[in-house]
């Protein structure tokens, strides 16, 4: 019985980490192998999937777009939800719990009922195909979840916190940048890594709103046919690459998402 409690969980993280193994093993054999037989390793191990995306500005431009617009839509949704979780947390007012439950309506929504409104919307506007355009269309779903994981963070805090800063002497302004938020940090470091990875990962209305300087690497991934078919090892490469900035986020978050999947109330 004693192994079988290593063994289960050892089981279970290995079936999870096999499609991960196969992409990455994908990303250094050339298509013709990939379509031609099943092997576990390289048979003709390569590197030029790697070297395309490196060399070529429109892969390595999808990559640049991509982290433009997710840190843009993260500074966004964190400086709108931060406020607004605050009033949550700290007042109680005419219809409050109705519009807390309206704001994650919002996040309830899936993506494809916005993309023709926003299509519409930034053409007419200007915002056609900017980095801006795709961060602020993220926010609609970002900023409710932003405002309520941190809403449970800061009803974890007492409010003799706030208290004791307004009888010191502190300006709200000042209370809230230099100690409230760092009581809340684990919380704004969870929020933003869940910010970040629904916009790193959405591609419809990325590419939606996207046509050529903003183009996201999620979007240019799709046009990878050619008249021999889809280049399947530079896509597993492609792939592969953008598996890292999600890890290095989950890295530095790692000891703060189980507070973040409870909302802070744990």
Known sequence: ??????????????????????????????????????????????????ITIFTDPTWYWGYFNSIIYVSLNTVISLAVALPAAYAFSRYRF??????????????MAPAAVFALPFFQLYSSVGLFDTHLAVALAHT?????????????????????????????????????VKI??????????VTAFFCFMFSWVELLLAKTLTAVYAKPIAAIMTRTASTSGYELGLLAAAGTLTIIPGAIVIYFVRNNLAKGFALGRV
Request: glycine letters at 8%.
């Open 94 to 107: 005419l219809g409050d719990k109705h519009l807390f439950f309206w704001l994650l309506t919002n996040r």
């Open 180 to 189: 409230f938020m760092p009581t809340i940090a684990a919380g704004i470091g």
């Open 1 to 50: 019985m004693k192994r079988l409690g290593w063994l289960i969980p050892a089981l279970y993280i290995l079936f999870l980490m096999l499609p991960i193994y196969w992409l990455v093993t994908m990303s250094f054999k050339t298509t013709n192998e990939i379509l031609g037989s099943f092997t576990l390793f390289p048979q003709s191990f390569t590197l030029d999937n790697y």
């Open 140 to 176: 609609l779903f970002n900023v409710p979840l932003a405002v309520w994981i941190l809403e449970g963070f800061m009803s974890g805090v007492p409010r003799q916190l706030d208290e004791t800063a307004y009888v010191d002497g502190y300006s709200f302004p000042r209370f809230f």
